[in-house]
């Protein structure tokens, strides 16, 4: 008998969905598994109206450092105790986890599982850490302790081909260990949202992170309203405690641009992030290094709101030709610049008609049923 468990560490975030959907998904497939979370995670009742086995855990946080690393730690420990507790004489424990602590402090729990004869699986979103790609820490240094993590796992996920490759040429990871699946979307309902009214109407959603290029946006939209576009960006979301000075800058930007950018500062509910998408003509997600698949993409087109992307976010799918628009590299204020005429220019027909064409291809290759289907399908295999 296999007992399976799904585990996020964090209550409010993209991860936090990813893994409140996967869990639901699941469930609807046949694939009985426990969904441990912490006790304020914010998708409970999602999770709960599905009939999803929930256990909880005390939430991550605290007014300092130290603060946070103990409640890193205690929560670790508590998701140990059920997962062990679990346990007997005919059952073997596997869990998969969707999100990771501090490096190292993720590899001591893995090593700990392991040695306590639970399987462990590990989605890996992000192959570097954010902060990294930031600029805040030093690659070298984040490469040595990530592949600490992804050593001490059993088996690794990947949303991208790109990621896997990674995985095997930077860090040595037997390609044998990894598995492929992309990253899920609610399917054929969730694609009837109609058109934004105005297209001019931009947007910018999610952590405020400087390899976003979001000051590099800001700037981009400040060129092309001098221009006589009549176009406006609103950039939503909360930045990360390491990225405070990034933050800083992005409000004097944003303030030499007062006239047709704003900052909304704060953490974008669920309701809100749709609202928001359902109110705007495009998203612009002109990301720089990242190798992994963009949910927010996802959802936005599904919300009618046309993706202007970097390759970086499309990665290797066929979503830059299915949308005919791309921001080009370097990721700069004149490649952003050039990607938002090249949108501004479009009919309503025209992106009627691309957005209908990535939606199809969403549903096609990312809808939730498939997705389930394919981490029931590795679960069975790796546990057999």
């Known amino acids: 008998m296999n007992a399976i468990f799904l585990y996020v560490p964090t209550s409010r975030s993209g991860v936090a969905r990813y893994a409140c959907e996967l869990a639901i998904a699941l469930n609807q497939n046949g694939t009985r598994l426990t969904l441990i979370v912490p006790v304020d995670y914010e998708f409970m009742h999602n999770a709960n109206s599905a009939e999803v086995i929930t256990r909880h855990v005390c939430q991550i ?3 300092t450092k130290v603060a946070v690393l103990f409640s890193m730690i205690r929560q670790m420990l508590q998701v ?30 893995h090593l700990l599982l392991r040695v306590c004869g639970v399987s462990i699986f590990f989605t890996v979103h992000d192959i570097l850490p954010h902060d ?13 302790s990530q592949s600490l993590v992804y050593r001490s796992a059993q088996r690794l996920h990947v949303h991208t081909k790109i990621q896997l490759d990674q995985l095997v040429q930077d860090f040595g990871i037997n390609p044998s260990r990894i598995v492929l699946i ?23 959603l999610g952590s ?63 309701s809100e992030f749709d609202t928001e998408l359902r109110n705007s003509g495009a998203i612009v997600l002109a990301y720089r290094d990242f190798a992994s ?3 927010v993409l996802l959802r936005a087109a599904q ?11 499309a990665g290797d799918t066929p979503i830059l030709d299915l949308l005919g628009i791309q921001i080009s590299e370097p990721v700069e204020v004149e490649e952003i610049s050039a990607s938002l005429r090249q949108f501004l220019s479009l009919r309503q027909d025209q992106r009627a008609k691309r957005l209908s064409s990535l939606r199809n291809w969403i549903q096609s290759n990312c809808g939730w049923p498939k997705v389930a289907r394919s981490f029931a399908a590795w679960y069975v295999a790796e546990l057999a």
């Open 61 to 63: 946080g605290g007014k």
């Open 80 to 109: 140990s105790a059920i997962l062990l507790g679990a346990g007997g004489l005919r059952t073997s424990i596997s869990v998969h986890l969707v999100s990771s602590y501090r490096p190292l402090l993720q590899t001591i729990f």
């Open 132 to 144: 990294v790609l930031g600029g805040k820490r030093s690659k070298g240094w984040a490469r040595l």
């Open 182 to 204: 992309p990253h899920g979307v609610a399917c054929v309902e969730s694609f009837s949202s109609p058109l934004a009214r105005d297209h001019r109407n931009l947007l910018v």
């Open 208 to 270: 405020l992170r400087a390899n976003k290029q979001i000051v590099g946006v800001t700037r981009a939209v400040g060129c092309l309203s001098r221009e006589g576009f009549g176009v406006h960006l609103s950039i939503r979301g909360a930045a990360s405690r390491t990225e405070t000075s990034y933050l800083i800058t992005l409000r004097e930007v944003v303030s030499q641009h007062s006239n047709c950018v704003s900052l909304i500062e704060g953490f974008v509910t669920e």
């Open 293 to 295: 698949q963009s949910g």
């Open 303 to 313: 919300n009618g709101c046309f993706p202007i992307c970097s390759s970086a976010v």
